[in-house]
C-alpha cells in the first residue's frame, strides 16, 4: 500500500455555525465499521463536504419528520425532506495534525478541533448538484415552488 501523507487541512460540512467542532456518534448509514464511529469526520476535497454542509430540513418539521439523503463526490441525492434554496450551510477547514485516515477517503479525530476558517456556503449556489426523488421533489415543489417559479 503506498505510503499516504498527511494534508494541512482538511475539510468538514455541517448545517450548523459553530465556533469548535465536536466529536459525534455518527448517523451515517452504517454499513461498515467506519460509518458508525464517534469522531469528527472530514475530508480531503472541499466539494465532497458540501452535502454535508446543506441544511436539509426533515419533514414535516417535528420529531415524527423523515429525512433521508445520500452524497458521492460532491453529488447531493435526497431521498426525503426539503431544502430552502436560500438557506446556508457552513464548511470547517480544520488543521489535519489530530485527524487518522480511516477509509480511502474519509478522516477522523476523536478530540474537538477549532477550525482554520469556517466558509459559509449558500445552497442556491449547489443547486446544480442536488437532485430529488420523485417524493422529495413534490415537497420541495409544494414548501419553495417549482422550477418555473425560480426554486430547485
Excluded at 72 to 88: M, S, W
Excluded at 94 to 104: G, N, Q, S, T, W
Excluded at 109 to 117: A, G, L
Aim: with cysteine; glycine share 8%.
Amino acid at each position: 500500500m503506498p505510503t499516504i501523507t498527511k494534508p494541512i487541512y482538511l475539510y468538514h460540512g455541517s448545517p450548523c455555525l459553530f465556533p469548535t467542532v465536536e466529536p459525534r456518534t455518527a448517523c451515517g448509514d452504517g454499513v461498515t465499521q467506519t460509518d458508525m464511529l464517534t469522531g469528527i469526520y472530514a475530508y480531503e476535497k472541499f466539494s465532497w463536504v458540501i452535502p454535508f454542509a446543506l441544511p436539509i430540513r426533515w419533514y414535516p418539521d417535528e420529531p415524527g419528520g423523515k429525512r433521508s439523503f445520500s452524497c458521492e463526490a460532491g453529488k447531493t441525492y435526497i431521498e426525503y425532506g426539503t431544502l430552502n434554496p436560500d438557506g446556508v450551510g457552513y464548511v470547517y477547514r480544520l488543521p489535519a495534525d489530530c485527524f487518522e485516515r480511516v477509509d480511502e477517503n474519509q478522516w477522523l479525530s476523536r478530540v474537538p478541533v477549532t477550525p482554520d476558517c469556517i466558509i459559509p456556503i449558500r445552497v442556491r449556489d449547489y443547486l446544480p448538484a442536488i437532485t430529488f426523488s420523485p417524493q422529495a421533489q413534490k415537497l420541495q415543489n409544494l414548501l419553495y415552488g417549482t422550477k418555473e417559479q425560480g426554486a430547485t
